[in-house]
């Protein structure tokens, strides 16, 4: 089992910045990827942004060149720097931890979740 935690979150300005946190109960070297996932209000969850062990990344095409995902093992904690936010970043943001179990299956855990939204 692993627990995630993602304080962080809030109100920004369009433009502006905010990092998240995400930190999980046991070691994240032992995951095989940790990412963020949001949902809109009347939209399903979608990927984000994701970080595999060795460090590889993905993004979602509509966060691409504003975001940043980061992870620190000594920590047990992932981030995700956003920047240049729009309205349409507003949304529950979700960390997912993922491993693959003893008998070859995905196994997913996700936290509370963080509402970010983003407003003049």
């Known amino acids: 089992q692993v627990q995630l935690v993602e304080p962080g979150g809030g109100l920004v300005q369009p433009g502006g910045s905010l990092r998240l946190s995400c930190a999980a109960s046991?070691?994240?070297?032992?995951?095989?990827?940790m990412g963020w996932y949001r949902q809109a209000p009347g939209k399903q969850r979608d990927l984000v942004a994701r970080i595999t062990n060795s460090g590889s990344t993905n993004f979602a095409d509509s966060v691409k060149g504003r975001f940043t995902i980061s992870r620190d093992n000594a920590k047990n904690t992932v981030y995700l720097q956003m920047n240049s936010l729009t309205p349409e970043d507003t949304a529950v943001y979700y960390c997912?931890?993922?491993?693959?179990?003893?008998w070859g299956q995905g196994l997913d855990y996700w936290g509370q979740g963080t509402q970010v939204t983003v407003s003049s």
């Open positions: 997912n931890a993922y491993r693959i179990g003893p």
């Open positions: 046991r070691s994240i070297s032992s995951l095989d990827a």
